[in-house]
């Protein structure tokens, strides 16, 4: 299986700050890719898929980057609407998997 | 529009089997790229696949329950069922599903995905 390890697992930011998240993949997964947002009781939602590409709808300070094992989720200036959890998943091979989640709180 | 809504019971006893049903609409799960996966996610905890189900009926499951889990799909009624059999409190989660969708390569990605269903699993 393909262990996808996010950091940091938590992380507190001001609005209009810029954020970072990273995922890392045991093994290369190309730019297979994707980095879901979830709010409190709702459903996963797709911001970016195949490593870079901005899923239609979602605002332009999302932005993805890597390849290979190495990846990021930036946010370039947040909102309060953008504190959630977000999640990575790799869908190069089955088993799907994904990260163990990065939570953004408000500092 | 697509959406999908998942349904089931929301409680059940352990050693039972669970079934459950996401039917969806707007997109047919006989369009070539297209899937349907469930994916649960325990209370306070990640997300886990558990299975998905191909366009061509194609199958995959997650390899630590696999012996536990059948996915089925009705093209015809827009229905994809999963059936988890044995099951035991640590199952307690919202079980969604959610589309499957290709792009370019080998590029493919979950969306949208449904409300969830969250079950218990309690005697």
């Known amino acids: 299986d393909i262990q996808m390890t996010q950091s940091p697992s938590s992380l507190s930011a001001s609005v209009g700050d810029r954020v970072t998240i990273t995922c890392r993949a045991s093994?290369?997964?190309?730019?297979?890719l994707n980095w879901y947002q979830q709010k409190s009781g709702k459903a996963p939602n797709l911001l970016i898929y195949?490593?870079?590409s901005l899923q239609s709808g979602v605002p332009s300070r999302f932005s993805g980057s890597g390849s290979g094992t190495d990846f990021t989720l930036t946010i370039s200036s947040l909102q309060p609407e953008d504190f959630a959890t977000y999640y990575c998943?790799?869908?190069?091979?089955?088993?799907?998997?994904f990260g163990q989640g990065t939570r953004l709180e408000i500092k | 529009q697509i959406t999908l809504k998942e349904s089931g019971p929301t409680l059940v006893k352990p050693t039972q089997t669970l079934t459950l049903t996401c039917t969806f609409s707007?997109?047919?799960?006989?369009?070539?790229?297209?899937?349907v996966a469930w994916i649960r996610q325990p209370p306070g905890k990640a997300l886990e696949w558990l299975a998905l189900?191909?366009?061509?009926?194609?199958?995959r499951y997650s390899p630590s329950l696999k012996s536990r889990l059948t996915i089925t799909k009705d093209t015809s009624k827009n229905q994809v069922v999963l059936t988890m059999t044995n099951m035991d409190p640590v199952d307690t989660a919202t079980y969604y599903c959610?589309?499957?969708?290709?792009?370019?390569?080998?590029?493919?990605?979950?969306?949208?995905w449904g409300q969830g269903t969250l079950v218990t699993v309690s005697s």
């Open positions: 195949a490593a870079s």
């Open positions: 707007g997109f047919s799960l006989s369009t070539s790229g297209v899937g």
């Open positions: 093994q290369s997964i190309s730019s297979n």
């Open positions: 998943q790799q869908t190069y091979s089955t088993p799907i998997t």
């Open positions: 189900i191909y366009w061509d009926d194609d199958k």
């Open positions: 959610a589309r499957r969708r290709s792009g370019s390569g080998w590029h493919n990605w979950f969306d949208p």
